[in-house]
């Protein structure tokens, strides 16, 4: 029996309904024909298919959504991970648990065959019994852990799967406690240029709770952490480069100045008896000069134990460290340096350091370029801040020109910056310099 007429103008209304707004189901009428007919068996089939095409564009949505909010996460975490230049491996867990979510977590880095663990996340027993060194029996065993630089997956670390009996014995001893009370395991080895550095474990309590695309996602940070830890070793790399050439740079030159002041003072030792003998006033003031080189070079010589043993730099007191420094500079030029502390106070190591390179510089550039008669070093305690000023009546120069391959004064603004300290540097060309470094604690710092 052929379709009404009335049917398929209704089908043509749903239909254009369905056009003019795709997301939103069309409304079909109450019943017009009987229960039985043709046309009401089709229309309710037609009803069913809208409610599964519904649930069907409904579940796409949440998945599109979900889908954007990872790749909003992952981008998210990916500049966080880029822009920390000091390895926070915690930080690295922390991102993870946000879209992949675990009981606990482990980052291990690899150190030949041990891998040691750099951060946990998971209960306060857990936290305690780290850190954790795995040794692994060879080279099978890493690549075993390792599966190719892929996720692996293990849903019950409790069953007779091969990997899950790997991984019981390998977490052994006082790692076994990472196992506690954990079924799913998921492992995501960190490599970089086809170098592994290391990997992270996530673990739940949940049976199979970690899916091909928990793995994916977690890959994706796995290679951001990866390219992180390096760009911290290198970081730190540097910064040790850049300590250990500075302290050769300083420990050179006062390995000279000490030389230099030894030679002039043997000279004078030599000929001290035959020139007291000849004139007593100029043997007088020779054996000034002897006192005062030999002062000098014990300065200097403390000097250079200071950049051997950098605590010193800490663990003195900063009014003497800088009246060593000012010692040092009359034993090799003769210039005499007044040295004067005002007040008393305690500072964080990192600023007591910075204060003290600041007038070491300060000094060299004395003895290299200012040609002057006399030197001034005060420092100023004050309540939550310090100030240190370092003066000389030498020849001057203009701070808007200074030659190039000076670079005494970049040196020391960017160690008054690294502290928040202000430097500044008041000269004129036959009028000496003033070099004024001023630091005050932050709101941070004053509330702790």
Same mark, same amino acid.
């Given at each position: 029996?052929?379709?009404s %007429?009335?049917?398929?103008?209704?089908?043509? %209304?749903l239909? #254009?309904? =369905?056009?003019?707004?795709?997301?939103?189901?069309?409304?079909?009428?109450?019943?017009?024909?009987?229960?039985d007919?043709?046309?009401?068996?089709?229309?309710?089939d037609? /009803?069913?298919?809208l409610?599964?095409?519904?649930? #069907?564009?409904?579940e796409? @949505?949440?998945? =599109? *959504?979900?889908? =954007?909010?990872? @790749?909003?996460?992952?981008?998210? !975490?990916?500049?966080?991970?880029?822009?920390a230049?000091?390895?926070?491996?915690?930080? !690295?867990?922390d991102?993870?648990?946000v879209?992949? *979510?675990?009981?606990?977590?482990?980052?291990?880095?690899?150190?030949?065959?041990?891998? $040691?663990?750099l951060? $946990?996340?998971g209960?306060?027993?857990?936290?305690?019994?780290t850190?954790?060194?795995?040794?692994?029996?060879?080279?099978?065993?890493?690549?075993?852990l390792l599966n190719?630089?892929?996720?692996?997956?293990?849903?019950?670390?409790?069953?007779d799967?091969?990997?899950?009996?790997?991984?019981?014995?390998?977490?052994?001893?006082?790692?076994?406690?990472?196992?506690?009370?954990?079924?799913?395991?998921?492992?995501?080895?960190?490599?970089?240029?086809?170098?592994?550095?290391g990997g992270?474990?996530?673990?739940?309590?949940?049976?199979? %709770?970690f899916?091909?695309?928990h793995?994916?996602?977690?890959?994706? $940070?796995?290679n @951001?952490?990866?390219?992180?830890?390096v760009?911290?070793?290198?970081?730190? /790399?540097? /910064?040790?480069?850049?300590?250990? @050439? *500075?302290?050769?740079r300083?420990?050179?030159?006062? #390995?000279?100045?000490?030389n230099?002041?030894?030679?002039s003072?043997?000279?004078?030792?030599?000929v001290?008896?035959?020139?007291?003998?000849?004139?007593p006033?100029?043997?007088?003031? %020779?054996?000034?000069?002897?006192?005062?080189l030999?002062?000098g070079?014990?300065a200097?010589m403390r000097?250079?134990?200071?950049e051997?043993r950098?605590?010193?730099?800490t663990?003195?007191?900063?009014?003497?460290?800088?009246?060593?420094?000012?010692?040092?500079?009359?034993?090799?030029?003769? !210039?005499?340096?007044?040295v004067?502390?005002?007040?008393?106070?305690?500072?964080?190591?990192?600023?007591?350091?910075?204060?003290?390179?600041v007038c070491?510089?300060?000094?060299?550039?004395?003895?290299?370029?200012?040609?002057?008669?006399?030197?001034?070093?005060?420092l100023?305690?004050?309540?939550g801040?310090?100030?240190?000023?370092?003066?000389?009546?030498?020849?001057?120069?203009?701070p808007?020109? $200074?030659?190039?391959?000076?670079?005494?004064?970049?040196?020391?603004?960017?160690?008054?910056k690294? !502290?928040?300290?202000v430097?500044?540097?008041?000269?004129?060309?036959?009028?000496?310099?003033e070099?004024?470094?001023?630091?005050?604690?932050?709101? *941070?710092?004053e509330?702790?």
């Amino acid at each position: 029996m052929p379709l009404s %007429s009335d049917f398929y103008a209704l089908l043509s %209304s749903l239909f #254009h309904q =369905m056009a003019r707004a795709p997301d939103a189901p069309p409304v079909v009428p109450p019943k017009q024909w009987p229960a039985d007919s043709q046309e009401q068996l089709l229309l309710k089939d037609f /009803q069913t298919a809208l409610v599964a095409l519904q649930a #069907h564009n409904q579940e796409r @949505q949440s998945q =599109m *959504e979900a889908r =954007m909010r990872e @790749q909003s996460i992952l981008l998210e !975490i990916s500049q966080t991970l880029a822009s920390a230049l000091e390895l926070k491996p915690g930080l !690295i867990l922390d991102q993870l648990q946000v879209i992949v *979510e675990y009981t606990h977590a482990t980052l291990f880095a690899l150190d030949d065959l041990t891998l $040691v663990t750099l951060a $946990v996340r998971g209960s306060q027993s857990l936290q305690e019994a780290t850190p954790f060194h795995i040794e692994l029996d060879g080279p099978e065993s890493l690549a075993a852990l390792l599966n190719g630089h892929a996720p692996q997956r293990i849903a019950d670390v409790w069953s007779d799967d091969p990997g899950a009996q790997f991984l019981r014995s390998l977490l052994n001893k006082s790692a076994a406690v990472l196992l506690e009370g954990i079924r799913a395991w998921m492992w995501v080895p960190l490599a970089v240029k086809d170098r592994v550095i290391g990997g992270i474990s996530v673990a739940h309590t949940r049976p199979d %709770s970690f899916t091909a695309h928990h793995a994916d996602l977690a890959l994706n $940070v796995a290679n @951001q952490a990866a390219i992180t830890l390096v760009n911290a070793q290198l970081y730190e /790399q540097a /910064q040790t480069l850049a300590m250990l @050439q *500075e302290r050769q740079r300083l420990a050179q030159n006062l #390995h000279d100045a000490v030389n230099q002041s030894l030679f002039s003072a043997s000279l004078i030792a030599e000929v001290l008896p035959r020139l007291w003998k000849r004139n007593p006033d100029e043997g007088r003031q %020779s054996l000034e000069d002897l006192r005062r080189l030999t002062r000098g070079a014990m300065a200097e010589m403390r000097s250079l134990l200071v950049e051997l043993r950098p605590l010193v730099l800490t663990d003195s007191d900063l009014g003497d460290l800088l009246q060593q420094l000012g010692d040092a500079l009359m034993g090799r030029t003769n !210039i005499p340096v007044a040295v004067t502390v005002t007040g008393q106070g305690e500072v964080p190591a990192e600023v007591q350091v910075a204060f003290y390179r600041v007038c070491q510089e300060g000094l060299n550039n004395i003895a290299k370029h200012a040609r002057a008669s006399r030197v001034a070093i005060n420092l100023q305690y004050n309540v939550g801040s310090m100030e240190l000023h370092i003066r000389d009546d030498g020849r001057g120069f203009d701070p808007m020109q $200074v030659p190039s391959g000076h670079y005494g004064l970049s040196i020391m603004r960017e160690r008054a910056k690294a !502290i928040g300290a202000v430097l500044s540097v008041a000269s004129q060309p036959g009028h000496g310099v003033e070099i004024t470094i001023h630091w005050a604690k932050t709101p *941070e710092q004053e509330a702790l």
